[in-house]
């Protein structure tokens, strides 16, 4: 990544198109948009300096999430200009508490927003999710929540509770693929957020794992913050084969 993307902390596909990656860093409110094999970036202010910890795409809006729980939405048609001037903010649709995962479905004009640390959870038994669509009825919020025991069944590597940086769902299998830098770990759960396995991420391959996408051919994307070795990056894993 560009020294500008050193702290990347989301990232995002529109419609499943991997040739241009959409992303945002948790220190500045812009989003930043680049092409592999290509180290210049372009980027569009939507706001102030902030901690934003995740972007999706859903229809023709950018949605960035900052780790209040707030939400900043922007047409697409703005990413072209050095600054947005239809940036809309949304705030108290969520809880207070600390927030770093979304992920945006187009078949159903839904937002996916997980909890990463908050007063209503406890860390150690079970994880809260919100759905709901901001542009229609941001009044009208569902939950669900991940359970803590059917990760630790798996790996140990939850024993001081799970907290989520980033959520994605494959395209190929309809299965949820919930991302942590803390506890270092790749949960995947099927379409109705039971546990089917966890993956332990290497420290040395994985800095700091905070953003995950797939495209629309199955990749998978998992970004990383860079560190004082390393620069931030994007891993892409291509689908096993059957």
Same mark, same amino acid.
């Given at each position: 990544?560009? =020294?500008?993307?050193?702290?990347?902390?989301?990232?995002? !596909?529109? $419609?499943?198109?991997?040739?241009?990656?959409?992303?945002?860093?948790?220190?500045?409110?812009?989003?930043?948009?680049?092409? *592999?094999?290509?180290?210049?970036?372009?980027?569009?202010?939507?706001?102030?300096?902030?901690?934003?910890?995740?972007?999706?795409?859903?229809?023709?809006?950018?949605?960035?999430?900052?780790?209040?729980?707030?939400?900043?939405?922007?047409?697409?048609?703005?990413?072209? !200009?050095? =600054?947005?001037?239809?940036?809309?903010?949304?705030?108290?649709?969520?809880?207070?508490?600390?927030?770093?995962?979304?992920?945006?479905? $187009?078949?159903?004009?839904?937002?996916?927003?997980?909890?990463?640390?908050?007063?209503?959870?406890?860390?150690?038994?079970?994880?809260?999710?919100?759905?709901?669509?901001?542009?229609?009825?941001?009044?009208?919020?569902?939950?669900?929540? %991940?359970?803590?025991?059917? %990760?630790?069944? %798996?790996?140990?590597?939850?024993?001081?509770?799970?907290?989520?940086?980033?959520?994605?769902?494959?395209?190929?299998?309809?299965?949820?693929?919930?991302? /942590?830098?803390?506890?270092?770990?790749?949960?995947?759960?099927?379409?109705? *957020?039971?546990?089917?396995?966890?993956?332990?991420?290497?420290?040395?391959? !994985?800095?700091?794992? =905070?953003?995950?996408?797939?495209?629309?051919?199955? $990749?998978?994307?998992? /970004?990383?913050?860079?560190?004082?070795?390393?620069?931030?990056?994007?891993?892409?894993?291509?689908?096993?084969?059957?």
């Amino acid at each position: 990544m560009p =020294e500008s993307l050193f702290e990347i902390s989301g990232i995002t !596909f529109r $419609n499943g198109n991997s040739d241009t990656v959409y992303a945002v860093q948790d220190e500045e409110g812009k989003l930043f948009r680049l092409g *592999w094999k290509n180290n210049r970036q372009l980027h569009t202010r939507f706001a102030r300096k902030g901690d934003y910890e995740d972007v999706a795409i859903l229809k023709d809006q950018a949605v960035i999430l900052k780790s209040n729980g707030f939400l900043y939405t922007l047409p697409l048609s703005e990413t072209v !200009f050095e =600054e947005s001037e239809q940036t809309r903010e949304w705030k108290k649709i969520l809880p207070k508490g600390e927030y770093e995962g979304m992920y945006a479905d $187009n078949a159903t004009d839904d937002l996916y927003i997980l909890c990463k640390k908050c007063p209503q959870d406890d860390s150690k038994d079970s994880v809260t999710g919100y759905i709901f669509n901001p542009f229609k009825d941001s009044t009208n919020v569902k939950t669900f929540s %991940i359970q803590v025991d059917e %990760i630790k069944a %798996i790996t140990g590597k939850v024993s001081r509770g799970f907290r989520p940086s980033g959520i994605a769902k494959n395209p190929e299998t309809g299965d949820w693929y919930i991302l /942590s830098a803390v506890n270092k770990l790749l949960v995947v759960t099927d379409k109705n *957020w039971k546990v089917k396995d966890a993956f332990p991420l290497n420290g040395n391959v !994985f800095i700091q794992p =905070e953003g995950i996408a797939f495209d629309k051919a199955g $990749n998978l994307y998992i /970004s990383n913050e860079g560190d004082d070795l390393s620069n931030g990056n994007i891993l892409k894993f291509k689908p096993a084969a059957h």
